[in-house]
């Protein structure tokens, strides 16, 4: 089975064509068999990340065919092109630079709860939200994490400096926003503080969007983004004008 497998190396993009060998005839491989059969047969210094291989940590999240999919759980058809996630930094081949979305959040969530009360169980809404494996596919196609990229913002995808978080927001770093809000310790005033954050993120770009894709199904759209809209519009409307 022949696939392409993009590579990036000083500054360039090279296609390799590679052959997969299936150990059977009815195999039906996962990307990331290809991946690491490639690295012992002919390209040993191929360079990606996997974890878990359980769908469980996201790090091997790769481009297949342009669009983000996790390398352990997507299965590889012939003549298809894996190459590293085009939302992120490009490091080495497959490997992007990651830190940049979570560093992000530091500072952007209120310090602590209010307490720390073990019999107060969250909602089920809020332990959905808790299966993200910050995957980072929900980047893709996203208008708000797009404004990173231009070159007139912040910084651009490729130019931020080691530390540096993402100046404006993306469906993760709203999913990590509206967790907080979900949080049944978080006190009324931190949750409108939250909100303030979500906004100042560039949350008012969703309004126009036709939703977001989260890689493990999470429904972002209606539990994230516009749970946080809405807020949003009640805070607004609370408000005393100026």
Same mark, same amino acid.
């Given at each position: 089975?022949?696939?392409?497998?993009?590579?990036?190396?000083?500054?360039?993009?090279?296609?390799?064509?590679?052959?997969?060998? $299936?150990?059977?005839?009815?195999?039906?491989?996962?990307?990331?068999?290809?991946?690491?059969?490639?690295?012992?047969?002919?390209?040993?210094?191929?360079? #990606?990340?996997?974890?878990?291989?359980?769908?469980? @940590?996201?790090?091997?999240?790769?481009?297949?065919?342009?669009?983000?999919?996790?390398?352990? $759980?997507?299965?590889?058809?012939?003549?298809?092109?894996?190459?590293?996630?085009?939302? &992120?930094?490009?490091?080495?081949?497959?490997?992007? $630079?990651?830190?940049?979305?979570?560093?992000?959040?530091?500072?952007? &969530?209120?310090?602590?709860?209010?307490?720390?009360?073990?019999?107060? *169980?969250?909602?089920?809404?809020?332990?959905?939200?808790?299966? @993200?494996?910050? @995957?980072?596919?929900? =980047?893709?196609?996203?208008?708000?994490?797009?404004?990173?990229? *231009?070159?007139?913002?912040?910084?651009?995808?490729?130019?931020?400096?080691?530390?540096?978080?993402?100046?404006?927001?993306?469906? #993760?770093?709203?999913?990590?926003?509206?967790?907080?809000?979900?949080?049944?310790?978080?006190?009324?005033?931190?949750?409108?503080?939250?909100?303030?954050?979500?906004?100042?993120?560039? =949350? *008012?770009?969703?309004?126009?969007?036709?939703? @977001?894709?989260?890689?493990?199904?999470?429904? =972002?759209?209606?539990?994230?983004?516009?749970?946080?809209?809405?807020?949003?519009?009640?805070?607004?409307?609370?408000?005393?004008?100026?």
């Amino acid at each position: 089975m022949k696939v392409e497998i993009v590579t990036y190396r000083n500054g360039e993009t090279t296609v390799v064509e590679y052959d997969y060998q $299936r150990r059977s005839d009815d195999e039906k491989p996962m990307v990331l068999d290809v991946l690491l059969q490639a690295q012992v047969s002919g390209m040993p210094d191929l360079a #990606f990340r996997y974890g878990c291989r359980a769908r469980n @940590c996201g790090v091997c999240t790769v481009d297949i065919n342009g669009r983000p999919r996790l390398a352990c $759980r997507a299965r590889i058809r012939e003549g298809d092109t894996i190459s590293a996630m085009a939302t &992120l930094p490009v490091l080495s081949d497959l490997v992007v $630079r990651r830190d940049s979305i979570a560093r992000q959040m530091r500072g952007r &969530l209120p310090a602590q709860v209010s307490g720390n009360d073990l019999n107060v *169980e969250a909602s089920a809404e809020y332990h959905t939200l808790t299966a @993200c494996v910050e @995957c980072y596919a929900c =980047l893709h196609g996203c208008p708000m994490h797009a404004q990173n990229l *231009e070159p007139q913002g912040a910084g651009t995808a490729g130019t931020l400096e080691a530390g540096e978080g993402y100046r404006w927001g993306n469906p #993760f770093s709203l999913l990590k926003l509206q967790m907080r809000r979900l949080d049944p310790l978080v006190t009324e005033p931190e949750k409108e503080a939250v909100v303030a954050q979500a906004v100042e993120l560039g =949350l *008012e770009v969703c309004i126009d969007c036709p939703g @977001c894709k989260c890689g493990i199904g999470i429904d =972002l759209k209606n539990k994230v983004v516009k749970a946080l809209l809405d807020a949003a519009e009640q805070n607004s409307a609370q408000s005393p004008p100026d």
